[in-house]
């Protein structure tokens, strides 16, 4: 075995500086392509539509029970305003998906921030492990808040490492501020909140026999450091001090959060849910879905931070916390009931962090050139060529298909058709886009309809078949609910007020796997659809090609 270099200077900063321009050139690479191509997710859409009330009204008003904390809304009005979009019928996918893009990417050069505890070989692996990585590169590409959370929690974690280490009052500053971030953007920042104070406790136990022993804060910059956090929450979460019960609210909200973790049947799952996503799942296109190299060598590093002969080149305070707030959050989302498969990302980004720490050390124990090449090979197919290739079939090739793991009560690119005759058939009304349209689905399971149809002014959502509410020309409807439908459009209009509809769909459409939608159309729409082969309608974009 022969030693690991240990330090970085300015030389080796540099070099990882330069290796880095290449691995954000890769993260932007996989991430920014054709960001409309998916159809937008329930809670994408949600989210969606609540930000066009903020764009167009410049209203937001925190909803304790919905929709998590408010950066993103407000995030997103920087690259609305940027694309000079001025209502919601302006703003496209990519608008609103650029959004986490940038945190995902952000998160990628945050790395650089722990070169010094971590060294340059280390640090790099780890950037090149997140950029490709066919997790965070698929939800990086999704209108959600976890990637915000993920990237505001590191933010917190690398600022607070760099305090440690100059004692300067911005880098104590900048962690509040990520802090207040965290718990504005979504309320599981409390797991996180609760793995960084563990972690830090062990290692606060742990460090008094060890001479690399991170510096105490100060007192007063502590104080700074939470004062920043709850001003920049409650900045949010009270609208910029327009909703001063905003505050309040984020704190009510976790009565509705801690009742929904166990008891929202669609969502439960059992422990090992999100580690079997992450070692095993059944594949096709001859790659195998899953992320295997970051586990098993973020188990190593959990090992390199306990055996003294390894842990050498990397600061051991550091080490030590990565491995034990990395090994809380796994443990305690794992016991969670309450499962989706994005709330793997915040553990997932800790386990990175290790295997990269894990694969530094393994390079350089590698002695003989048989040790070198097998390891090499390993790395190259299992850590390079099988994630990358998963994170670009699972982005740009499976992107809406169950198969993909990370597909999750996803809607079928079916809605792309469904929207396309919609707007062919308003194309030959006369009332254009003010077409009344009506969509009925149990328990509001429309979405992300709402999202398509915004630039229609005239539409209803309902539960249930309404007998009492006219026909509308054009209907959407659950196929669960069509017996009720067909009673009232035949059975109890008068005679002579009776309209003749046939079906909007040429072929089965559904809105996900197994929920199926129906469409019907006042015949003398249809007839006029037929007989005018190019709609004069200008169609909104329904996914980008």
């Known amino acids: 075995m022969k030693p690991v270099d240990s330090g970085l200077s300015a030389k080796s900063f540099t070099k990882c500086c330069f290796s880095f321009l290449a691995v954000m050139a890769l993260a932007l690479a996989f991430r920014l392509p054709r960001l409309g191509q998916r159809p937008m ?38 690259p609305a305003w940027l694309g000079s979009a001025d209502k919601l019928t302006d703003v496209s996918e990519r608008i609103l998906r650029i959004v986490p893009v940038f945190f995902g990417v952000l998160l990628v050069l945050m790395t650089l ?5 971590l060294g340059r070989t280390a640090t790099v692996i780890a950037a090149l ?63 996180a909140f609760g793995s960084m104070f563990l ?25 700074i450091g939470l004062a920043a956090a709850v001003v920049v929450s409650a900045l949010f979460y009270s609208s910029f001090f327009t909703n001063p019960s905003g505050i309040l609210d984020s704190v009510r909200t976790y009565t509705t959060y801690f009742s929904r973790s166990g008891n929202n049947s669609l969502h439960i799952h059992p422990w090992y849910y999100y580690l079997d996503i992450l070692t095993w799942i059944e594949g096709f296109e001859k790659l195998t879905w899953n992320e295997d190299l970051i586990v098993v060598a973020a188990a190593f590093g959990f090992i390199v931070m306990i055996v003294k002969r390894y842990r050498a080149p990397f600061n051991l305070s550091l080490l030590r916390f990565l491995a034990f707030y990395t090994l809380i959050m796994t443990v305690v989302y794992s016991a969670i009931p309450y499962k989706t498969p994005w709330c793997l990302l915040g553990f997932l980004h800790g386990m990175i962090l290790l295997a990269a720490v894990g694969v530094t050390v393994l390079i350089k124990i590698s002695v003989y050139r048989w040790e070198k090449l097998a390891f090499g090979f390993i790395l190259v197919i299992f850590g390079l060529l099988l994630p990358a290739g998963q994170a670009y079939l699972g982005s740009y090739k499976y992107y809406a298909d169950p198969r993909n793991p990370y597909v999750y009560a996803h809607p079928t690119t ?29 328990d509001s399971d429309y979405w992300p309809l709402p999202w398509y149809l915004r630039s229609f002014t005239r539409v209803g959502y309902w539960d249930y078949v309404d007998m009492n509410e006219p026909a509308a020309p054009v209907i959407i409807a659950s ?67």
């Open 41 to 78: 997710h329930c809670d994408e859409a949600v989210h969606g539509i609540k930000f066009g009330r903020l764009l167009e009204e410049g209203a937001y008003t925190y909803d304790p029970n919905e929709y998590h904390g408010p950066t993103l809304n407000y995030l997103t009005l920087i």
């Open 113 to 117: 921030l722990l070169a010094d505890g």
């Open 129 to 191: 492990m997140t950029a490709i990585s066919p997790a965070f590169v698929f939800y990086s590409r999704y209108y959600i808040q976890e990637m915000l959370l993920v990237c505001f929690t590191f933010g917190a974690i690398t600022c607070g490492w760099r305090y440690t280490q100059s004692k300067k009052i911005g880098w104590v500053l900048l962690t509040g501020i990520f802090l207040g971030l965290m718990h504005a953007t979504k309320e599981t920042c409390i797991i």
């Open 199 to 223: 972690a830090l406790l062990i290692v606060l136990l742990l460090q008094s026999r060890d001479l690399n022993a991170p510096k105490t804060i100060k007192g007063t910059h502590l104080i």
């Open 414 to 442: 079916d809605v792309f058709a469904m929207v396309r005759r919609v707007k062919e058939i308003a194309g030959v009304h006369e009332d254009g886009f003010n077409t009344h349209i009506q969509v009925i689905c149990p």
């Open 479 to 545: 196929a669960s609910v069509e017996q009720e439908l067909i009673r009232k459009l035949y059975e109890l209009p008068p005679p002579g007020k009776k309209n003749l509809y046939v079906p909007l769909f040429d072929t089965y459409m559904e809105l996900r796997p197994q929920i199926e939608l129906r469409g019907y159309v006042i015949k003398d729409l249809w007839d006029r659809l037929q007989q005018s082969p190019a709609p004069s309608i200008q169609s909104q974009t329904t996914g980008e090609k």
